[in-house]
T-cell receptor, first 112, second 115 residues
Framework: AQSVTQLGSHVSVSEGALVLLRCNYSSSVPPYLFWYVQYPNQGLQLLLKYTTGATLVKGINGFEAEFKKSETSFHLTKPSAHMSDAAEYFCAVSDQSTPLVFGKGTRLSVIA | ETGVTQTPRHLVMGMTNKKSLKCEQHLGHNAMYWYKQSAKKPLELMFVYSLEERVENNSVPSRFSPECPNSSHLFLHLHTLQPEDSALYLC??????????????FGQGTRLTVV
């Protein structure tokens, strides 16, 4: 069975600082990995995904993530946080035949 | 706007009521999903439909009853709910059936409160 662990339920950064949200996964087959963002009272919006090929993937709003198979990780980063980045972020894993399995989420706060 | 529309956005219901949540997608997707999002818990997959056939039911109580009359519509019928069923219910769809490398598209959710 697949699973996702997101370290830190709440991360707080200053505006302009580096954002790092951690995600580790468990999968017995090659995974597909996703990061979603959720703003208050909204559904989930895809930030980026890894399927095959280049392990560093770029997404919307300046976010990127790197797939590291040896570490079973898919951490999300952004060089410079903006106030509008404050939201809940979810890492998810799937494979060829399995629906998305989500982590518990990390709430990002950005301090002015 | 993601192309997946859920109604109503908010619902308050008593434990003896019967209500239904509606989800609609006109993206031409083949799979549709119901997720439950409760505070401090991961998103829980409730039901999966692929090409209008239910393919997964994650041991959801029978007081939740899904219906998929066609590939564009998905319903979640609710009856005799409990207060712990209060949550955000999210509908999603994906183009290529269950799983795969293409992402799921989510609606904005229905905030359900059971009193």
């Amino acid at each position: 069975a697949q699973s996702v662990t997101q370290l830190g339920s709440h991360v707080s950064v200053s505006e302009g600082a580096l954002v790092l949200l951690r995600c580790n996964y468990s999968s017995s087959v090659p995974p597909y990995l996703f990061w979603y963002v959720q703003y208050p009272n909204q559904g989930l919006q895809l930030l980026l995904k890894y399927t095959t090929g280049a392990t560093l993937v770029k997404g919307i709003n300046g976010f990127e993530a790197e797939f590291k198979k040896s570490e079973t990780s898919f951490h999300l980063t952004k060089p410079s946080a903006h106030m509008s980045d404050a939201a809940e972020y979810f890492c998810a894993v799937s494979d060829q035949s399995t629906p998305l399995v989500f982590g518990k989420g990390t709430r990002l706060s950005v301090i002015a | 706007e993601t192309g997946v529309t859920q109604t109503p956005r908010h619902l308050v219901m008593g434990m003896t009521n019967k209500k239904s949540l509606k989800c609609e997608q006109h993206l031409g997707h083949n799979a549709m999903y119901w997720y439950k999002q409760s505070a401090k818990k991961p998103l829980e997959l409730m039901f999966v439909y692929s090409l209008e056939e239910r393919v997964e039911n994650n041991s959801v109580p029978s007081r939740f009853s899904p219906e998929c009359p066609n590939s564009s519509h998905l319903f979640l019928h609710l009856h005799t709910l409990q207060p712990e069923d209060s949550a955000l219910y999210l509908c999603a769809s994906s183009p290529d059936g269950v799983g795969g490398s293409t992402e799921a598209f989510f609606g904005q959710g229905t905030r359900l409160t059971v009193v």
